[in-house]
């Protein structure tokens, strides 16, 4: 698997924007980007994925860069219950002689921590 | 639509006991995955499976078998429990990514698993 480079933590204020970064340099033309987040003491959950266009959902923004070898992650209003671990995660979209690829790695993450 | 459940919630083993952490989706989803995580650590990947009869190792099989016998069941199996099992483990199905799915990964609470 591709993989991605994250900052250990950042911080926020509670109402304002918050840019995850995540880079990729050696991302493949068929992997899509995925974040996922952690709250404490739970499991991951789904954010957002892209592919080459940039993404908007009810959750977040998914901003991809030209290139594709790096992303970011927007929160548009940071909320006390956005804080958590955010995983930036390669996955690969490509089938290998009819059998899709099934592993996911994730990487340490960013810790984001929001004060109110 | 109860998603990805798992049982136990917690449970405290001995060195040596055997037990089987259970995980079961009603997504309908091909694939199924078992990780593990650590205090303060990202997710490792144990075992996957692409679908019933299929399985395949992740970073850190050692210890742990698994079987699926049917598309919504993926169990875990821990032989001879010892003290570095101690771990949250956490079980995801997802579809594979094919057919223009991205295939994001639907996570169950976890299994906080003690072993003394």
């Known amino acids: 698997d591709a993989k991605t480079t994250q900052p250990n933590s950042m911080e926020s204020n509670e109402e304002e924007p918050v840019h995850l970064p995540c880079n990729h340099s050696?991302?493949?033309?068929?992997?899509?980007i995925h974040w996922y987040r952690q709250l404490p003491s739970q499991g991951p959950e789904y954010v957002i994925h892209?592919?080459?266009s940039n993404v908007n959902n009810r959750m977040a923004s998914l901003a991809i860069a030209e290139d594709r070898k790096s992303s970011t992650l927007i929160l548009h209003r940071a909320t006390l219950r956005d804080a958590a671990v955010y995983y930036c995660i390669l996955r690969d979209s490509q089938n290998a002689g009819g059998t899709s690829y099934g592993k996911l790695t994730f990487g340490q993450g960013t810790i984001l921590t929001v004060h109110p | 639509n109860a998603g990805v459940t798992q049982t136990p919630k917690f449970r405290i083993l001995k060195i040596g006991q055997s037990m089987t952490l259970q995980c079961t989706q009603d997504m309908n989803h091909n694939y199924m995955y078992w990780y593990r995580q650590d205090p303060g650590m990202g997710l490792k990947l144990i075992y996957y499976?692409?679908?019933?009869?299929?399985?395949d190792k992740g970073e850190v099989p050692n210890g742990y078998n698994v079987s699926r016998s049917t598309t919504e069941d993926f169990p875990l199996r821990l032989e001879l429990a010892a003290p570095s099992q101690t771990s949250v483990y956490f079980c995801?199905?997802?579809?594979?990514?094919?057919?223009?799915?991205?295939?994001?990964?639907?996570f169950g609470e976890g299994s906080r698993l003690t072993v003394l």
């Open positions: 892209g592919l080459t």
């Open positions: 995801a199905s997802s579809y594979p990514t094919d057919r223009g799915r991205a295939g994001e990964l639907f």
């Open positions: 499976s692409v679908g019933a009869g299929i399985t």
């Open positions: 050696t991302i493949s033309g068929t992997d899509y």
